[in-house]
C-alpha cells in the first residue's frame, strides 16, 4: 500500500490539443515530485494524447457508461478508454449526478464496469449546502457510499473515494479542516464497514475548491489522502502548487 498523497486534476469539460503543453509541464516536473502519486482526468477527447504525452503521471477518464458495448449513442465504455490509455475512471462526480439524473445504483454498475475492464476508480460522494446546514452531511455521505461503492472480491484496493462537498465545488469555499478530518474519519469508519480490514486501506480524497494556497492545510487533515483538484488543475502553475505542498507535508511525516 502507498502513503503518498494522491493528487488528480479533473479537468472537466475543459481542454484541445493546446492544452496538452500543461500536461507535458505536469509530467516533467512530476519526475522531481516522486513523493506524491499524481495523475489527470482530461475530457474522453484528450485521453490518447495526454497519454502519449505523459509518461510519469496516471492518466484517466471522468466517466464511464456501464455497458460494455452497444446502441448508446454519445456514449462510451470502461473499454474503450482503456484502451485510449486511462488507467482509472472517476464515476459519481456530483456535476454528474445533478446533470445526469445520476443514481447511487448507476455510479456503482459504472464502477464495478470499469474495474471489471482492469481499471481503478475514483468515486464521488458529497453533501449539498442545504444538507449540511441540516446537520445530515455524514449520513448523507454513509448513504451515498452504501449506494455507490463497488463490492466483491478484491475490489478495494482498486477504489479510491473523492470527498466533495457540492457547495465548495468551484466556489472558493471549503470546510474547515475540523469539518474535512470528522467527515473523512467517518467516511473511513464506513469504508472499513463495508470492505472489513481492506477499507482501511482506501485512499480518501478531498475535493473542492483546493488552492496552492490552502492544499497544505486540507491535506494536513485526518484521513485525507490526497486531492480531487478541479480549477486549480487547468494551469501546470497552479497544479504543481498543490502537488509540491503534497510532497512538502510528505517530507514532513518521514
Ligand atoms: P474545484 O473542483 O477544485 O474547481 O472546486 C473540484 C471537483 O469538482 O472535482
Known amino acids: 500500500m502507498t502513503t503518498r498523497p494522491y493528487i488528480v486534476g479533473n479537468w472537466k469539460m475543459h481542454g484541445t490539443r493546446a492544452m496538452l503543453a500543461e500536461a507535458r509541464a505536469i509530467d516533467r516536473a512530476a519526475e522531481r515530485l516522486i513523493k506524491a502519486e499524481v495523475a489527470i482526468a482530461p475530457p474522453f477527447t484528450l485521453i490518447h494524447a495526454t497519454r502519449k504525452e505523459a509518461n510519469l503521471i496516471g492518466i484517466g477518464a471522468q466517466d464511464v457508461h456501464p455497458a460494455d458495448g452497444g446502441a448508446h449513442t454519445g456514449d462510451v465504455s470502461a473499454a474503450m478508454v482503456k484502451d485510449a490509455g486511462a488507467g482509472f475512471t472517476i464515476v459519481g462526480h456530483s456535476e454528474r449526478r445533478a446533470n445526469h439524473q445520476e443514481t447511487n445504483e448507476l455510479v456503482k454498475e459504472k464502477a464495478e ?17 442545504a444538507e449540511r446546514d441540516s446537520g445530515e452531511a455524514e449520513s448523507v455521505v454513509a448513504k451515498q457510499l452504501e449506494g455507490s461503492l463497488p463490492t466483491g472480491d478484491g475490489v478495494a484496493e482498486k477504489v479510491t473515494v473523492a470527498y466533495e462537498p457540492v457547495w465548495a465545488i468551484g466556489t472558493g469555499r471549503t470546510p474547515t479542516v ?8 467517518s467516511i473511513r469508519e464506513k469504508l472499513v464497514a463495508i470492505y472489513g480490514e481492506e477499507g482501511s486501506a482506501v485512499r480518501i480524497l478531498y475535493g473542492g475548491s483546493v488552492k496552492p494556497d490552502n492544499a497544505a492545510e486540507l491535506l494536513a ?17 497552479s497544479f504543481l502548487g498543490i502537488i509540491i505542498a503534497a510532497a512538502e507535508l510528505q517530507d514532513e511525516k518521514s
Open 113 to 129: 464496469a470499469a474495474i471489471a475492464a482492469g481499471m481503478s476508480v475514483i468515486v464521488c460522494v458529497g453533501e449539498t449546502e
Open 221 to 237: 487533515a485526518d484521513e485525507v489522502g490526497g486531492a480531487l483538484v478541479g480549477g486549480a488543475s487547468l494551469t501546470a502553475e
Open 178 to 185: 475540523e469539518d474535512v478530518g470528522a467527515m473523512h474519519r
